[in-house]
């Protein structure tokens, strides 16, 4: 007798975007297997005219694919809280955890709230983050909220590559940093490289 997998008659996902780049391959690569609702909850993402643009520019890609997007404007708070004492933590340390962690969390709770069975993120288009850390984070955070958290290293199969590729072509803005404060000044001398 064949077991069942844990996605088996799973149709519908709650999709965590942290930017339209990631997006961009992301949404289409889950789109393959399930009905996909964009998630944007972004505390993190400072200052606020930086937030702006990339909210706009999910929004434009949200209309190119086309996808439904949720779009939570609150959080930082929760956000300052989270990364307390983490401040000079590199991308990819500790800070970068939290941060990850309260996303998720956040996003796992909008999926229970909403009776959708499953979430993930888009965040493991980055070569900047580390798909494992953001793949326990996921199943830990839906544990808690009793939904699925679908594993993803959306870097495989050319995912970046393909992120860039189709910014371009779209004429969607692509950010030069991770979002927060505190990797503004660290991040800003690269380009295209979210």
């Known amino acids: 007798m064949k077991r069942k997998g844990p996605t088996e008659g799973l149709d519908s996902v709650l999709l965590h975007i942290c930017c339209a780049p990631d997006a961009s391959y992301g949404v289409p ?3 393959e297997r399930f009905r996909v ?3 944007f909850f972004n505390p993190n993402i400072q200052p606020g005219e930086e937030f702006d643009r990339r909210l706009t520019a999910t929004r434009v890609l949200a209309g190119h694919i086309p996808v439904s997007l949720i779009v939570a ?3 930082e708070e929760e956000w300052e809280a989270a990364v307390k004492g983490l401040e000079a933590e590199p991308e990819r340390g500790r800070r970068c955890e939290s941060c990850i962690r309260m996303r998720l969390a956040r996003t796992a709770k909008e999926a229970k709230s909403l009776g959708i069975p499953a979430f993930s993120t888009v965040l493991t288009v980055s070569p900047k983050k580390d798909a494992a850390m953001v793949n326990r984070i ?3 955070e839906g544990e808690k909220a009793g939904v699925l958290f ?3 290293n959306m870097k495989k199969n050319d995912g970046f590559r393909k992120s860039v590729e189709a910014t371009k072509r779209l004429g969607i803005y692509r950010q030069n940093y991770c979002g927060c404060r505190y990797s503004l000044d660290r991040d800003t ?3 295209d490289t979210r």
């Open 29 to 31: 690569a889950m789109r």
């Open 37 to 39: 609702t964009g998630f």
């Open 73 to 75: 404007r609150e959080g």
């Open 138 to 140: 996921g199943r830990e």
């Open 150 to 152: 679908l594993e993803e």
């Open 189 to 191: 001398p690269q380009r």
